[in-house]
């Protein structure tokens, strides 16, 4: 397919890029069973995460060693399954990666008209968003100004001071999710990579999210943290989008369902070593754990 690049802007035959990461999706068919499942069509097993048409040839090899790079320094080894905090340094391309994965996630719902209505007040936010993030990955700015990225290594939920829905640490650990979120008077992209989420506000703020601001280089910290993001930003990633996929997963087949269980039986070991069994034993003892009074 040929058409204009939305990096550089030329005209030439345009690669399929994922929005997401490829290796994530390989690392959650690993951890979750082995298949994937869209919540538009539960019952259909797919191989792969969305692509769209967006890149050139060189521009996708350009934003492959930022992947690359936060694969081998951050992913990998959050995935090591160390039981202790680990502290994980990093330099100017984890900030490259993440602008990145922000400017497609945006990119993409432009090009495919899914922004809604109610993001309307921002429309001058997202095109300057858009512009000065691809700017920053073209290395004609030094850095992405007054839209920073935010990043957070998530942990099971061990307490809560409200009731959270059947599931919720299987949802933080394993699933995979992207989009533009509403909260307060602002709006936020968000990158929701397993255990990973990404959250880039369109307006410029001094960070809401009380969560690592990704600069030029320093460092992140795993293990279990509080989080305390703002209430619209959590309702809607970890409640609302989990709800809409329980909902999907209400319509599966008996079929689909019976496959499911016969594959983790069959794999039993393979199950039991894996981060979607452990989500499961801390969604049983979360379930049997008081509320904490607010």
């Not at 809409?244 to 008996?254: A, G, L, R, T, V």
Request: glycine share 6%; net charge positive; hydrophobic share 35%.
């Amino acid at each position: 397919m040929e058409n204009e690049c939305r990096l550089c802007q030329m005209n030439g035959p345009l690669m399929q890029s994922h929005i997401i990461p490829k290796f994530i999706y390989k690392e959650l068919k690993k951890n979750g069973g082995g298949y994937l499942r869209d919540s538009t069509q539960p019952n259909k097993r797919i191989q792969d995460g969305h692509k769209t048409f967006m890149l050139c040839q060189t521009c996708e090899s350009k934003l492959s060693r930022y992947e690359n790079y936060f694969k081998g320094s951050i992913f990998e080894k959050i995935y090591a399954r160390s039981s202790e905090p680990i502290r994980l340094s990093y330099d100017t391309s984890l900030l490259k990666f993440c602008v990145s994965i922000s400017w497609r996630i945006l990119q993409d719902l432009q090009m495919e008209k899914n922004l809604s209505a109610s993001f309307s007040e921002f429309e001058q936010n997202i095109s300057a968003a858009l512009s000065t993030w691809r700017e920053f990955m073209l290395g004609d700015r030094e850095d992405p100004g007054e839209f920073k990225q935010y990043m957070m290594v998530l942990g099971h939920v061990k307490e809560a001071s409200r009731t959270l829905p059947m599931g919720i640490n299987a949802h933080i650990s394993q699933s995979i999710d992207c989009g533009l979120v509403r909260y307060k008077n602002n709006a936020a992209i968000y990158a929701k990579m397993m255990k990973i989420l990404l959250l880039s506000p369109i307006k410029k703020s001094n960070n809401p999210f009380g969560i690592t601001n990704i600069r030029k280089n320093g460092y992140i910290i795993t293990g279990n943290q509080k989080i305390n993001l703002p209430p619209g930003v959590c309702q809607y990633v970890f409640v609302d989008r989990h709800n809409e996929w329980q909902k999907s997963m209400n319509d599966i087949s008996e079929e689909q369902t019976k496959k499911i269980r016969n594959n983790i039986l069959s794999n039993a070991a393979s199950y039991q070593a894996s981060d979607a069994y452990q989500a499961h034993l801390a969604d049983i003892a979360l379930r049997n754990k008081p509320l904490l009074s607010k």
